[in-house]
């Protein structure tokens, strides 16, 4: 049965509750070594819809939802007052996910394209990261080496404006007990298993609508 609990973004009814039942390193990790690390953040027996080795809150956990019609089958909206992501489906519904957003008006809304995806990318970050919080970043001034410690986690993807990089992210975190907070630096964070799972559904040149929060 689906339910007809509907959130409210921006002033239109999308989603109803749910269904039932950066620099760029010259050289990437191997397969081998993706797949080693990839079987780190996944928890054993592996179920999106109820493991949750990291306390997350329910509604947090991947969960297929009715969305409203007329919503662009691919299309990613992210929900930042709810702090939900929703990975639009070609039949009017929609995997919806626990994200983190931006802190102290970080965060960015907008309208972008997915311009690229990495697996377990590097990490550079920003000279206004740097600039606000030199004694947190200075020392990744010349990036950081993919891995499970690694800001970006497991998968990215990188939003442009037209061919710009906005060096905006959607992106695993290695600190998923963030996730339905504001924690971090104007991306949009997910959990390692969760956002493994959404990354190879998400083309290039999609859309990420992400709302004001």
Known sequence: ????????????ALFSGPLA????????????????????????????????????APSYLPTRVETRAGLVPGD????AVARFLYHIGADQTAMR?????????LYEPGTYRIGRKQQWPHWTPTESMIEREP??????ADGMDPGPSNPLGSR?????????DTYLRIHGTPQPRTIGTRASSGCVRMVMAHIN??????????????YPA
């Open 1 to 12: 049965m689906l339910t007809r609990r509907h959130f409210i973004i921006t002033g239109a």
């Open 97 to 105: 996910y626990g994200v983190a957003i931006g802190r102290d008006g």
């Open 21 to 56: 039942g950066t620099a760029l390193a010259s050289t990437s990790p191997s397969e081998a070594q993706q797949a080693a690390w990839d079987a780190e953040v996944t928890p054993t027996n592996y179920d999106p819809a109820t493991s949750n080795p990291w306390g997350l």
């Open 135 to 140: 004694d947190v970043y200075g020392q990744w």
């Open 197 to 210: 799972d959404l990354y190879d559904e998400v083309d290039i040149g999609a859309t990420a609508h992400l």
């Open 156 to 164: 990215a993807l990188y939003l442009y404006e037209g061919e710009r």
């Open 76 to 79: 990613i909206h992210v929900d």
